[in-house]
């Protein structure tokens, strides 16, 4: 994989566009109002409105730039192509950690580092965990190397488009 590659889903390529669109369509629009009616105030060196406004619309062209880049070297995870028999990025793997006694299984996908959402069950490819399981396969056990490492038994891996 292209170390410049930006890891995503097809949703995740989705979500990127429409935020573009709305920094585009909505909120550029929107902060060159704030501009016209602060600079309309009249002396720009104390207004701190026109500095907000000013600080807004870095920040959005900013992050349309940011938004651009990552599309432009996006590589989309199409889990409709994977295999089953091991776990890459866009799987949904369910695992059960060994060092904790009466563990519960747990299930997460593995995405790229900016889908990364923890609290709905999106880990990043680069967290250790993910990097433990990649590559690896159903009832195989391997070891996830953190300060104090730990094992985890892979109990199923599924690609769910």
Excluded: W
Aim: glycine share 4%.
């Amino acid at each position: 994989m292209d170390h410049d590659a930006v890891l995503l889903t097809q949703s995740g390529v989705e979500k990127l566009k429409k935020e573009r669109e709305q920094l585009i369509n909505i909120e550029r629009p929107k902060v060159i109002e704030e501009l016209q009616l602060a600079r309309s105030q009249g002396d720009l060196s104390e207004n701190a409105d026109y500095d907000s406004a000013r600080d807004k619309q870095a920040h959005i062209e900013s992050r349309i730039k940011e938004i651009d880049q990552m599309l432009l070297h996006v590589q989309i995870i199409d889990e409709s192509q994977m295999d089953s028999a091991v776990a890459k990025p866009g799987a949904t793997v369910t695992i059960l950690d060994l060092s904790e006694e009466g563990a519960e299984p747990e299930s997460f996908t593995i995405v790229g580092t900016f889908e990364t959402d923890p609290l709905n069950g999106k880990i990043s490819n680069e967290s250790p965990l993910a990097k433990a399981i990649l590559e690896h396969g159903v009832n195989e056990i391997v070891s996830v190397g953190v300060a104090e490492p730990y094992e985890v038994k892979i109990l199923k891996i599924e690609y769910i488009s």
